[in-house]
DNA sequence: CGCGGGGGCAAACGTATGTTTCAAACGTTT
DNA sequence: AAACGTTTGAAACATACGTTTGCCCCCGCG
């Protein structure tokens, strides 16, 4: 067939992979073997390592950003929204999206974090120039929301949330089992991600 | 000279290398040639890399876990204290603890992010086990400034701080280089981590 | 039927890495 | 001054990596 499911197999192994391990501790080898698929088959397909690592960020991406830039464009006709309904919003989008599982969505945020903290820089770059327009629309909403927050104080706390949301989506498991020997309690991924809008609002207004 | 000054260079060459680059990314040729010694002295002095990163961590957490925790002593024999009072006192103890300007405290914070977003196993069961007493007393602490918060919440909101925190100073420079570009400002570091106090309270309150 | 090309495969290539080796240089002690 | 343990030095080692190379198969078109 013309596009075989080699692609998929392959973006499928090197997300799961790349966000266990890192992108520089995950080899082509790994992948390609947890894919079931050639080693060679990266290259062939995707040119590089470098431009597997964009393609998986696309694959969600893009998806994700058509759908809240839907939302948002509602949201603008229908005039002012709150706080709690613009954060909700991006939260379900971001966890609910994808028809599967919301593992795929910590796999994502895990995947983001990394891409952060490590210097990818050519990743940034993509992210910028292909996501940015999403965000800023984003950002303009929120300032409607929160119109006695200065603009700069409001971009940074942005800025702040998306920290602590992409670290503790990031180090869910860790969280997981801290809480389980510190307080002898089984928290649920989604009781974790739920705790975090009132966090956030909180944040946001100071 | 029985200890010479190889091992401090090779740390603070390790520190900013692994900072800007990341572990895996970061050859200990790198880290040697910059510290203007010789390629074999890490594995003679450190044993091996992992080693390493597990001596640039404790250099810089040592210090500091210490006078937090005297801090944190003193705070308690006084009674109770409020939220910005004990986050103030970490805050200004992780930004200037060290003597030198906080440039080292923003290396040191992207040595966290990239710990936490990568699997470095080894180093999140040495920093848990090393340094685990001081964040408990923090929390007691903690815990006695918002008693309206239910403890697993705040545990959880404390992470949530963590997280942007150890974001934002992670990503302090591209912070300072958007702002400049979408609100023409110079943003200083010492302001962002100012903003940083109201959102952390205002997040923990709800 | 032939044959042309897209995709898959094993193998090899060049390179960069962490680590080891062993001899030379150094400083301290006797 | 001689001997010793500690530290440095240049070089080599084994390995793992990303990437490239040819060769094979197989399907669709002439």
Do not use: W
């Not at 229908?78 to 989008?93: C, H, I, N, P, Y």
């Not at 994808?98 to 940034?124: N, T």
Request: glycine share 8%; proline share 3%.
């Amino acid at each position: 067939m013309s596009q075989s499911d080699t692609v998929q197999r392959i973006l499928d192994a090197a997300e799961v992979l790349f966000a266990q391990k890192g992108f520089a501790e995950t080899s082509l080898r790994a992948i390609t073997s947890r894919a079931g698929v050639n080693l060679a088959a990266v290259n062939y397909h995707f040119g590089s390592k470098e431009a597997l690592i964009q393609a998986v960020f696309e694959r969600y991406l893009t998806p994700f950003c058509q759908a809240l830039d839907g939302k948002l464009q509602e949201l603008e006709g229908q005039g002012a929204a709150d706080l709690e309904k613009l954060f909700g919003v991006a939260s379900r989008l971001a966890l609910g999206s994808h028809g599967d599982e919301p593992r795929r969505a910590m796999i994502f945020f895990r995947l983001s974090g990394q891409a952060y903290s490590q210097p990818q820089d050519h990743l940034r770059a993509y992210l910028r120039e292909h996501y940015g327009a999403v965000f800023r629309r984003f950002l303009a909403l929120l300032r409607t929301a929160v119109p006695e927050v200065p603009p700069m104080e409001l971009f940074l706390r942005v800025h702040f949330s998306l920290g602590a949301v992409i670290f503790t989506l990031s180090g869910m498991e860790s969280l997981q089992t801290i809480s389980k020997k510190d307080f002898n309690t089984d928290i649920t991924a989604a009781r974790i991600t739920q705790q975090l809008l009132p966090f956030v609002v909180g944040g946001i207004r100071g």
